[in-house]
């Protein structure tokens, strides 16, 4: 199938497909007469791939990782869980720093006015050093 197929199919979009491509997550598609990438199944399957871990947080690099596992049959899956938990603490950590962002745009955001004057301690706070 076609680039815009394969992008359907997966939900990869084809700019995406193309990058992932150029980064080595997805071999070089092979070409047609028209000199159109074509994929198989076996592409198919290596973007979903590449989608889910995206949707979870792993960087290109984490994923190109997990894919060079998921191709090795004898690998062990202690590797895998732990990129897993080493994956789950990073985003526990992100979450803590989302929500200090919350807490201290709320903070500003309940102490602004909101009104006709042009005082605005949320602009004051982001200028301050």
Avoid at 51 to 61: A, C, E, P, Q
Avoid at 79 to 88: P, S
Wanted: charged letters at 30%; proline letters at 2%.
């Amino acid at each position: 199938m076609n680039i815009g197929q394969a992008a359907r199919a997966t939900g990869v979009s084809a700019k995406m497909i193309r990058w992932y491509e150029q980064q080595g997550l997805i071999p070089q598609a092979l070409r047609s007469e028209a000199n159109y990438r074509n994929y198989d199944e076996t592409d198919l399957h290596r973007l979903r791939f590449i989608r889910r871990s995206r949707d979870l947080g792993f960087t290109i690099k984490q994923i190109g990782d997990l894919l060079a596992l998921w191709n090795d049959r004898d690998r062990s899956s202690a590797e895998v869980k732990k990129m897993a938990t080493e994956q789950i603490q990073s985003l526990r950590a992100r979450i803590m720093e989302l929500e200090e962002m919350v807490q201290s745009l709320t903070h500003l955001a309940d102490n602004s006015q909101g009104d006709g004057r042009p005082d605005c301690p949320i602009l004051e706070s982001l200028a301050a050093e």
